[in-house]
């Protein structure tokens, strides 16, 4: 039932930022816990960043704490993902999804309701 779509990707330069949005439709976002993944071409699609229903939590892969954050706004039915200091191992496809199971998980098999992704490129 639900749709999700993701935009704000780009070309950008190493150390520039962007916003991704995670528009929903069809359902209420408010009730889910969400998550951010990226997959890099040749490589497996890896968990970025979680967010719980309210967005008072949150939890970050390594290699981008300090740099990313994740948030919501459950008026507008939008997950944001705002990225700054961008690296070129950062380039990939990013897609938001549903965590049915609630917050914190890590593991793609365990999220549904994939949107369709949006390009992120960081030249050096």
């Known amino acids: 039932q639900v749709q999700l779509v993701e935009s704000g990707g780009g070309l950008v330069q190493a150390g520039g930022s962007l916003r991704l949005s995670c528009a929903a439709s069809?359902?209420?976002?408010?009730?889910?816990?969400m998550g951010w993944f990226r997959q890099a071409p040749g490589k497996e699609r890896e968990f970025v960043a979680a967010?719980?229903?309210?967005?008072?939590?949150?939890y970050y892969t390594d290699s981008v704490k300090g740099r990313f954050t994740i948030s919501r706004d459950n008026a507008k039915n939008t997950v944001y993902l705002q990225m700054n200091s961008l690296k070129p191992e950062d380039t990939a496809v990013y897609y938001c999804?549903?965590?049915?199971?609630?917050?914190?998980?890590?593991?793609?098999?365990?999220?549904?309701?994939w949107g369709q992704g949006t390009q992120v490129t960081v030249s050096s």
């Open positions: 999804a549903i965590s049915p199971k609630g917050f914190g998980y890590t593991t793609t098999r365990l999220y549904n309701y």
């Open positions: 967010i719980n229903r309210s967005g008072g939590s949150t």
């Open positions: 069809g359902g209420i976002l408010s009730s889910y816990a």
